[in-house]
């Protein structure tokens, strides 16, 4: 398998002592990865941390099966300003989003495997000038995508899939269509299928209301709009069930049931699975032509450059990236 590039994410956050603690736990077993980062960073970091992780500057990819054993593999990407553990540096934005567009662009020459995003801190790129919601969104126009990108969250107990993401709940309700839910449950299905290894998925849409809308009494969402996408689904072959009850459907006994939960709003997925697994979530980004993943966390200031951030989700998204790297090279 071609290594995976890991991106830089905001250097004041804890992406940079994720990426040192990650390679010391993986750099026996893999899957090799190379960072896209500022080498003399992560040497600091480093020293300043007190982590015996030797830095490799590479010159390109395909050096970093060589390196990965004995050291850290890192493409250079220089940062224009020092950091400040805690303190996101607008000045910096250039080299964060520098970090993940060469990251998208080996990906889709080939170099490199799939890619791993560290978290990035959306109100420095903004002050930067940077348009884009967040890195999806972003990756998706990188790499050209043909299908609008769709959000999954997992984790080994649970799948979930936001139709609405970053937006308020009122404005999430707002947007909220039969053509969306349809959508999303077709390239998460897609996903399911491709990337995943399960040759018919099931879904469960949630309801959006108490008790599903409890027949119209508590809301006209799930018959005006849920429902009908359920049923266009069903009429083009996909196994699917719902409108669920959004109180009932993550409990043990219900989650045997389907493969993937397509969620009406952000925290109706969000919190069941950063409740059941939050250090073992991973954000995959479905409907790309390569590989995204990502922890399910954020940039966490108040603790970086402390050594005390928990490398799980990040090392997590590593391993599902080469898994379904790995899937799709042998298709």
Same mark, same amino acid.
Request: charged share 15%.
């Given at each position: 398998?071609?290594?995976?590039?890991?991106?830089?994410?905001?250097?004041?956050?804890?992406?940079?002592?994720?990426?040192?603690?990650?390679?010391?736990?993986?750099?026996?077993?893999?899957?090799?990865?190379?960072?896209?980062?500022?080498?003399?960073?992560?040497?600091?970091?480093?020293?300043?941390?007190?982590?015996?992780?030797?830095?490799?500057?590479?010159?390109?990819?395909?050096?970093?099966?060589?390196?990965?054993?004995?050291?850290?593999?890192?493409?250079?990407?220089?940062?224009?300003?020092?950091?400040?553990?805690?303190?996101?540096?607008?000045?910096?934005?250039?080299?964060?989003?520098?970090?993940?567009?060469?990251?998208?662009?080996?990906?889709?020459?080939?170099?490199?495997?799939?890619?791993?995003?560290?978290?990035?801190?959306?109100?420095?790129?903004?002050?930067?000038?940077?348009?884009?919601?967040?890195?999806?969104?972003?990756?998706?126009?990188?790499?050209?995508?043909?299908?609008?990108?769709?959000?999954?969250?997992?984790?080994?107990?649970?799948?979930?899939?936001?139709?609405?993401?970053?937006?308020?709940?009122?404005?999430?309700?707002?947007?909220?269509?039969?053509?969306?839910?349809?959508?999303?449950?077709?390239?998460?299905? &897609?996903?399911?299928?491709?990337?995943? /290894?399960? $040759?018919? !998925?099931?879904?469960? #849409? *949630?309801? %959006?209301?108490?008790? @599903?809308?409890?027949?119209?009494?508590?809301?006209?969402?799930?018959?005006?709009?849920?429902?009908?996408?359920?049923?266009?689904?069903?009429?083009?072959?996909?196994?699917?069930?719902?409108?669920?009850?959004?109180?009932?459907?993550?409990?043990?006994?219900?989650?045997?049931?389907?493969?993937?939960?397509?969620?009406?709003?952000?925290?109706?997925?969000?919190?069941?699975?950063?409740?059941?697994?939050?250090?073992?979530?991973?954000?995959?980004?479905?409907?790309?032509?390569?590989?995204?993943?990502?922890?399910?966390?954020?940039? &966490?200031?108040?603790?970086?450059?402390? /050594?005390? $951030?928990? !490398?799980?989700?990040? #090392? *997590?998204? %590593?391993?599902?990236? @080469?898994?379904?790297?790995?899937?799709?090279?042998?298709?």
């Amino acid at each position: 398998m071609k290594p995976l590039g890991l991106t830089m994410g905001d250097p004041a956050g804890i992406g940079g002592e994720l990426t040192l603690v990650a390679w010391l736990r993986r750099r026996v077993t893999g899957p090799v990865f190379v960072a896209l980062d500022d080498p003399e960073r992560l040497a600091s970091l480093a020293s300043h941390l007190d982590l015996n992780v030797p830095i490799r500057t590479v010159a390109a990819v395909s050096e970093a099966d060589q390196v990965f054993a004995k050291a850290l593999p890192v493409l250079p990407v220089r940062l224009a300003a020092s950091v400040t553990p805690g303190r996101s540096d607008p000045a910096n934005a250039s080299a964060v989003l520098h970090s993940i567009k060469q990251a998208a662009t080996l990906a889709m020459s080939g170099d490199i495997g799939g890619v791993v995003t560290n978290p990035i801190h959306k109100a420095a790129l903004y002050a930067a000038g940077f348009s884009h919601p967040g890195h999806t969104e972003y990756l998706a126009e990188l790499t050209r995508a043909k299908n609008p990108p769709v959000m999954m969250l997992a984790c080994p107990a649970l799948r979930v899939v936001p139709v609405t993401i970053h937006v308020s709940l009122a404005r999430a309700i707002s947007m909220l269509t039969t053509d969306a839910i349809v959508t999303v449950a077709r390239i998460t299905a &897609a996903s399911l299928q491709h990337d995943f /290894g399960i $040759a018919e !998925p099931r879904l469960a #849409i *949630a309801g %959006l209301n108490p008790h @599903a809308g409890e027949s119209g009494s508590l809301g006209k969402e799930e018959e005006e709009i849920i429902s009908p996408a359920i049923e266009i689904l069903r009429a083009k072959g996909y196994e699917v069930t719902g409108p669920w009850p959004p109180d009932t459907m993550f409990t043990a006994d219900a989650r045997t049931r389907y493969d993937v939960a397509i969620c009406m709003y952000h925290d109706q997925a969000l919190i069941p699975l950063k409740t059941l697994d939050m250090h073992h979530g991973v954000n995959v980004t479905l409907g790309l032509p390569i590989v995204r993943t990502s922890p399910d966390h954020g940039t &966490a200031f108040d603790i970086a450059g402390q /050594g005390v $951030a928990d !490398p799980s989700s990040l #090392i *997590a998204a %590593l391993d599902l990236a @080469a898994q379904l790297a790995t899937r799709r090279a042998s298709v």
